[in-house]
T-cell receptor, first 112, second 117 residues
Framework: DAKTTQPTSMDCAEGRAANLPCNHSTISGNEYVYWYRQIHSQGPQYIIHGLKNNETNEMASLIITEDRKSSTLILPHATLRDTAVYYCIVSNYGGSQGNLIFGKGTKLSVKP | GAVVSQHPSWVICKSGTSVKIECRSL??????MFWYRQFPKQSLMLMATSNEGSKATYEQGVEKDKFLINHASLTLSTLTVTSAHPEDSSFYIC?????????????FGPGTRLTVL
Protein backbone atom coordinates (compact mmCIF):
# COMPACT_ATOMS: atom_id res chain seq x y z
CA ASP A 1 0.00 0.00 0.00
CA ALA A 2 1.06 3.56 -0.73
CA LYS A 3 2.38 5.60 2.16
CA THR A 4 0.94 8.93 3.17
CA THR A 5 2.48 12.09 4.56
CA GLN A 6 0.54 14.36 6.89
CA PRO A 7 1.52 17.34 9.02
CA THR A 8 2.12 16.36 12.61
CA SER A 9 -0.26 18.91 14.03
CA MET A 10 -2.60 21.73 13.11
CA ASP A 11 -4.67 24.30 14.94
CA CYS A 12 -8.05 25.60 13.89
CA ALA A 13 -10.35 28.21 15.35
CA GLU A 14 -13.78 27.02 16.40
CA GLY A 15 -16.37 27.69 13.72
CA ARG A 16 -13.81 27.97 10.95
CA ALA A 17 -13.10 25.40 8.29
CA ALA A 18 -10.36 22.91 9.03
CA ASN A 19 -8.38 21.82 5.97
CA LEU A 20 -6.22 18.78 6.57
CA PRO A 21 -3.77 17.92 3.78
CA CYS A 22 -2.40 14.53 2.86
CA ASN A 23 0.24 13.57 0.31
CA HIS A 24 0.10 10.14 -1.30
CA SER A 25 2.33 10.52 -4.33
CA THR A 26 2.83 6.77 -4.82
CA ILE A 27 -0.87 5.90 -4.84
CA SER A 28 -1.82 3.31 -7.42
CA GLY A 29 -4.86 3.32 -9.66
CA ASN A 30 -7.01 1.00 -7.59
CA GLU A 31 -6.26 2.50 -4.19
CA TYR A 32 -8.84 4.52 -2.32
CA VAL A 33 -8.12 7.40 0.04
CA TYR A 34 -9.67 6.87 3.48
CA TRP A 35 -9.92 9.30 6.36
CA TYR A 36 -10.46 8.25 9.95
CA ARG A 37 -10.14 10.17 13.16
CA GLN A 38 -9.40 9.07 16.70
CA ILE A 39 -10.53 11.05 19.66
CA HIS A 40 -8.42 10.45 22.74
CA SER A 41 -8.87 6.96 24.23
CA GLN A 42 -11.54 5.94 21.70
CA GLY A 43 -11.57 3.73 18.64
CA PRO A 44 -11.08 5.31 15.21
CA GLN A 45 -14.14 6.81 13.58
CA TYR A 46 -14.70 6.50 9.84
CA ILE A 47 -15.10 9.88 8.17
CA ILE A 48 -15.06 9.53 4.41
CA HIS A 49 -13.33 7.83 1.52
CA GLY A 50 -12.96 8.33 -2.22
CA LEU A 51 -11.23 7.06 -5.32
CA LYS A 52 -10.84 10.03 -7.65
CA ASN A 53 -13.95 12.15 -7.42
CA ASN A 54 -14.53 14.63 -4.65
CA GLU A 55 -16.82 13.30 -1.97
CA THR A 56 -19.03 14.94 0.64
CA ASN A 57 -21.04 13.57 3.51
CA GLU A 58 -22.56 14.90 6.70
CA MET A 59 -19.19 15.00 8.41
CA ALA A 60 -16.74 16.31 5.87
CA SER A 61 -15.66 16.84 2.28
CA LEU A 62 -12.80 15.08 0.56
CA ILE A 63 -11.00 16.85 -2.24
CA ILE A 64 -8.67 14.68 -4.33
CA THR A 65 -6.35 16.29 -6.84
CA GLU A 66 -6.67 15.30 -10.46
CA ASP A 67 -3.38 13.37 -10.41
CA ARG A 68 -4.52 11.73 -7.13
CA LYS A 69 -1.19 12.43 -5.50
CA SER A 70 -2.70 14.45 -2.70
CA SER A 71 -6.00 15.12 -1.00
CA THR A 72 -7.55 17.47 1.54
CA LEU A 73 -10.11 16.68 4.18
CA ILE A 74 -12.35 19.63 4.94
CA LEU A 75 -14.36 20.00 8.11
CA PRO A 76 -16.54 22.96 7.15
CA HIS A 77 -17.30 24.33 10.61
CA ALA A 78 -14.93 22.88 13.18
CA THR A 79 -16.12 22.46 16.75
CA LEU A 80 -14.23 21.64 19.92
CA ARG A 81 -15.44 18.04 19.57
CA ASP A 82 -13.50 17.75 16.32
CA THR A 83 -10.23 17.84 18.26
CA ALA A 84 -8.65 14.48 17.40
CA VAL A 85 -5.91 12.72 15.47
CA TYR A 86 -6.85 12.47 11.81
CA TYR A 87 -5.49 9.61 9.75
CA CYS A 88 -5.22 9.61 5.96
CA ILE A 89 -4.87 6.05 4.63
CA VAL A 90 -4.65 4.69 1.12
CA SER A 91 -5.81 1.15 0.55
CA ASN A 92 -7.08 -0.96 -2.29
CA TYR A 93 -9.35 -3.10 -0.16
CA GLY A 94 -9.80 -1.08 2.97
CA GLY A 95 -12.81 -3.02 4.07
CA SER A 96 -12.33 -6.66 3.43
CA GLN A 97 -8.60 -7.12 3.34
CA GLY A 98 -7.63 -5.46 6.57
CA ASN A 99 -4.76 -3.52 5.11
CA LEU A 100 -5.50 -0.21 6.78
CA ILE A 101 -2.04 0.97 7.76
CA PHE A 102 -2.28 3.74 10.32
CA GLY A 103 0.54 6.27 10.29
CA LYS A 104 1.03 9.00 12.86
CA GLY A 105 -1.77 11.19 11.52
CA THR A 106 -2.39 14.88 12.12
CA LYS A 107 -3.32 16.04 15.57
CA LEU A 108 -5.97 18.70 15.03
CA SER A 109 -6.61 21.06 17.91
CA VAL A 110 -9.74 23.17 17.62
CA LYS A 111 -9.47 26.20 19.84
CA PRO A 112 -12.25 28.50 21.09
CA GLY B 1 -25.77 2.57 11.40
CA ALA B 2 -22.57 0.49 11.34
CA VAL B 3 -22.06 0.34 15.09
CA VAL B 4 -19.42 -1.89 16.64
CA SER B 5 -19.29 -2.54 20.37
CA GLN B 6 -16.61 -4.01 22.60
CA HIS B 7 -16.84 -5.54 26.03
CA PRO B 8 -15.39 -4.86 28.46
CA SER B 9 -14.32 -1.27 27.92
CA TRP B 10 -11.52 -1.74 30.40
CA VAL B 11 -10.10 -4.61 32.41
CA ILE B 12 -7.40 -5.06 35.02
CA CYS B 13 -6.01 -8.51 35.61
CA LYS B 14 -3.15 -10.26 37.36
CA SER B 15 -0.16 -11.53 35.48
CA GLY B 16 -0.67 -15.08 34.26
CA THR B 17 -4.42 -14.92 33.92
CA SER B 18 -6.42 -14.92 30.69
CA VAL B 19 -8.71 -12.16 29.51
CA LYS B 20 -11.46 -12.37 26.89
CA ILE B 21 -12.55 -9.34 24.88
CA GLU B 22 -15.74 -9.39 22.81
CA CYS B 23 -16.37 -7.47 19.62
CA ARG B 24 -19.89 -7.23 18.24
CA SER B 25 -21.34 -5.66 15.14
CA LEU B 26 -24.69 -4.38 16.38
CA UNK B 27 -26.60 -3.46 13.24
CA UNK B 28 -24.86 -5.35 10.48
CA UNK B 29 -23.33 -8.69 9.71
CA UNK B 30 -19.60 -8.91 9.36
CA UNK B 31 -17.85 -11.75 7.62
CA UNK B 32 -14.52 -10.20 8.49
CA MET B 33 -13.41 -8.60 11.73
CA PHE B 34 -10.01 -7.25 12.63
CA TRP B 35 -8.08 -6.85 15.86
CA TYR B 36 -5.66 -3.99 16.43
CA ARG B 37 -3.43 -3.02 19.31
CA GLN B 38 -2.36 0.48 20.23
CA PHE B 39 0.37 1.29 22.73
CA PRO B 40 0.52 4.75 24.37
CA LYS B 41 1.36 7.56 21.97
CA GLN B 42 1.64 5.11 19.09
CA SER B 43 -0.59 4.35 16.15
CA LEU B 44 -2.81 1.30 15.66
CA MET B 45 -1.13 -1.92 14.62
CA LEU B 46 -3.10 -4.73 13.00
CA MET B 47 -2.77 -7.97 14.97
CA ALA B 48 -5.01 -10.36 13.10
CA THR B 49 -7.82 -10.81 10.64
CA SER B 50 -10.78 -12.89 11.77
CA ASN B 51 -13.10 -14.55 9.28
CA GLU B 52 -16.36 -16.15 10.37
CA GLY B 53 -16.10 -19.89 10.47
CA SER B 54 -12.40 -20.12 9.74
CA LYS B 55 -9.07 -19.66 11.45
CA ALA B 56 -7.75 -16.19 12.01
CA THR B 57 -4.80 -14.84 10.06
CA TYR B 58 -2.14 -13.30 12.26
CA GLU B 59 0.29 -10.56 11.36
CA GLN B 60 3.99 -11.25 11.56
CA GLY B 61 5.25 -11.16 15.12
CA VAL B 62 1.86 -11.79 16.74
CA GLU B 63 1.74 -15.08 18.65
CA LYS B 64 -1.37 -17.01 17.66
CA ASP B 65 -1.20 -19.21 20.75
CA LYS B 66 -1.16 -16.19 23.00
CA PHE B 67 -3.86 -14.18 21.28
CA LEU B 68 -6.69 -16.60 20.58
CA ILE B 69 -9.33 -15.36 18.18
CA ASN B 70 -12.73 -16.91 17.65
CA HIS B 71 -15.25 -15.64 15.11
CA ALA B 72 -18.20 -17.93 15.74
CA SER B 73 -20.94 -15.84 14.17
CA LEU B 74 -21.41 -13.01 11.71
CA THR B 75 -21.78 -10.53 14.56
CA LEU B 76 -19.28 -11.68 17.17
CA SER B 77 -15.54 -12.11 17.38
CA THR B 78 -13.59 -12.68 20.58
CA LEU B 79 -9.95 -12.10 21.44
CA THR B 80 -8.52 -14.00 24.39
CA VAL B 81 -5.20 -12.88 25.77
CA THR B 82 -3.79 -15.99 27.42
CA SER B 83 -1.30 -15.91 30.28
CA ALA B 84 -1.25 -12.14 30.19
CA HIS B 85 1.88 -10.27 31.21
CA PRO B 86 2.45 -6.58 31.92
CA GLU B 87 3.87 -6.06 28.42
CA ASP B 88 0.46 -7.07 27.04
CA SER B 89 -1.06 -3.99 28.64
CA SER B 90 -2.45 -2.00 25.76
CA PHE B 91 -5.53 -0.60 24.06
CA TYR B 92 -7.17 -3.34 21.99
CA ILE B 93 -9.51 -2.25 19.22
CA CYS B 94 -11.61 -4.32 16.88
CA UNK B 95 -13.16 -3.37 13.57
CA UNK B 96 -15.67 -4.99 11.27
CA UNK B 97 -16.55 -4.88 7.60
CA UNK B 98 -20.19 -5.24 6.54
CA UNK B 99 -20.96 -8.21 4.33
CA UNK B 100 -23.12 -5.95 2.18
CA UNK B 101 -23.58 -2.24 1.65
CA UNK B 102 -20.42 -0.46 2.80
CA UNK B 103 -18.27 -3.52 2.24
CA UNK B 104 -15.20 -1.42 1.49
CA UNK B 105 -15.15 0.29 4.87
CA UNK B 106 -14.02 -0.83 8.30
CA UNK B 107 -15.98 0.35 11.32
CA PHE B 108 -14.20 0.38 14.65
CA GLY B 109 -15.25 -0.45 18.16
CA PRO B 110 -14.58 1.87 21.11
CA GLY B 111 -11.61 -0.17 22.30
CA THR B 112 -10.74 -2.14 25.43
CA ARG B 113 -8.06 -0.91 27.81
CA LEU B 114 -6.17 -3.89 29.25
CA THR B 115 -3.92 -3.41 32.25
CA VAL B 116 -1.93 -6.41 33.48
CA LEU B 117 -0.49 -6.08 36.96
Amino acid sequence: DAKTTQPTSMDCAEGRAANLPCNHSTISGNEYVYWYRQIHSQGPQYIIHGLKNNETNEMASLIITEDRKSSTLILPHATLRDTAVYYCIVSNYGGSQGNLIFGKGTKLSVKP
Amino acid sequence: GAVVSQHPSWVICKSGTSVKIECRSLDFQATTMFWYRQFPKQSLMLMATSNEGSKATYEQGVEKDKFLINHASLTLSTLTVTSAHPEDSSFYICSATPTSGSADTQYFGPGTRLTVL
